[in-house]
């Protein structure tokens, strides 16, 4: 089993759709996770931090299954601007600097 | 503030060539992460420093590669000789964390600076 696993995608879906990623880790001891956008020949930007079961920021929500170790992330009135490749993110276990990067699922919001 | 800034953006060498990729970190941040991303392979974390020290390099992929970092404010990756399998794009990232996680993703965020596109032909 990899160590993180996300769909690829790609998901297409309308403007104002609501659309969820998941992603699941080998891990049990992983304390803290992440969410990281990416967009087209971009770097990875911070999107959000996920510690106890869940976080929430204004149209994105994430939740974290520790009993089935996965995390979530939901995307509610998707914009155009939503359109890029998140990334799951999980520490080594012991080693919070070392972070291991899911493959990313691509998100294509259309009009 | 000026963000992680890496040089060259583009770098187009030939096989046996020796490349040198720059960093210079977020002022202050005491965490710098070399990452190499492939389609094949993803965001894969090379060798992270901490003050200044290498803290692990197990992800180094070969002797061919080294990296340095002699100030706070520098670090370099070098490949020597390159191979065509080298092509990535190589992020250079700098965090101010110590090892505690901030659910607003605060001082522990790794911030990442624009990546070196490599082609070695």
């Known amino acids: 089993r990899k160590e993180v696993e996300q769909d690829p995608g790609p998901f297409n879906v309308p403007e104002g759709a609501t659309v969820a990623f998941n992603c699941t880790y080998s891990n049990s001891a992983s304390q803290s996770f992440f969410w990281y956008r990416q967009d087209c020949r971009k770097e990875p930007k911070l999107l959000m931090s996920?510690?106890?079961s869940g976080n929430e920021d204004g149209r994105f929500t994430a939740q974290l299954n520790r009993a089935s170790q996965y995390i979530s992330l939901l995307i509610r009135d998707s914009k155009l601007s939503d359109s890029a490749t998140y990334l799951c993110v999980v520490p080594i276990s012991g080693g919070y600097n070392k972070l291991i990067f899911g493959a990313g699922t691509r998100l294509a919001v259309h009009p | 503030d000026a963000g992680v800034i890496q040089s060259p953006r583009h770098e187009v060498t030939e096989m046996g060539q020796e490349v040198t990729l720059r960093c210079k970190p977020i002022s202050g941040h005491d965490y710098l992460f070399w990452y190499r991303q492939t389609m094949m392979r993803g965001l894969e974390l090379l060798i992270y420093f901490n003050n200044n020290v290498p803290i692990d390099d197990s992800g180094m992929p070969e002797d061919r590669f080294s990296a340095k970092m002699p100030n706070a404010s520098f670090s370099t990756l070098k490949i020597q000789p390159s191979e065509p399998r080298d092509s990535a794009v190589y992020f250079c990232a700098s965090s101010d964390g110590m090892g505690r996680f901030t659910s607003g993703g605060g001082r522990d965020t790794q911030y990442f600076g624009p990546g070196t596109r490599l082609t070695v032909l």
């Open positions: 996920v510690y106890s």
